[in-house]
């Protein structure tokens, strides 16, 4: 069963905007830190941003002042926002949900691109 239903991904010219969902169960909502991460070619698996389940945000330096990661309790989402985008911003975009002591769950992946 799938735990984690990401969306938004895409194409899009450096210094544009892009929105990325994240969609979950409500037992995950509710008890889970949730976050995201990105692969970029070649590259390992890296922390972009994270909100835990009690709504304290926190993002990489590398994305400071650009991203911004937000709860959505209405609708069980989790979402990035991510403006002045570079080609450095190139990945696949996993989302996360992560709670000590219980299954950590990973998302299958959205692609953006930054290119002109």
């Known amino acids: 069963q799938v735990k984690l239903v990401e969306s938004g991904g895409g194409l899009v010219q450096p210094g544009g905007s892009l929105t990325l969902t994240c969609t979950t169960t409500?037992?995950?909502?509710?008890?889970?830190?949730m976050g995201w991460y990105r692969q970029a070619p070649g590259n390992q698996r890296e922390f972009v941003a994270r909100?835990?389940?009690?709504?304290?945000?926190s993002v990489a330096d590398s994305v400071k002042g650009r991203f911004t990661i937000s709860r959505d309790a209405a609708n069980y989402t989790v979402s990035l926002q991510m403006n002045s985008l570079k080609p450095e911003d190139t990945a696949v975009y996993y989302c996360?949900?992560?709670?000590?002591?219980?299954?950590?769950?990973w998302g299958q992946g959205t692609q953006v691109t930054v290119s002109s």
């Open positions: 409500t037992t995950i909502f509710s008890i889970y830190n």
């Open positions: 909100v835990t389940y009690g709504g304290t945000p």
């Open positions: 996360n949900a992560d709670q000590p002591g219980l299954p950590t769950f």
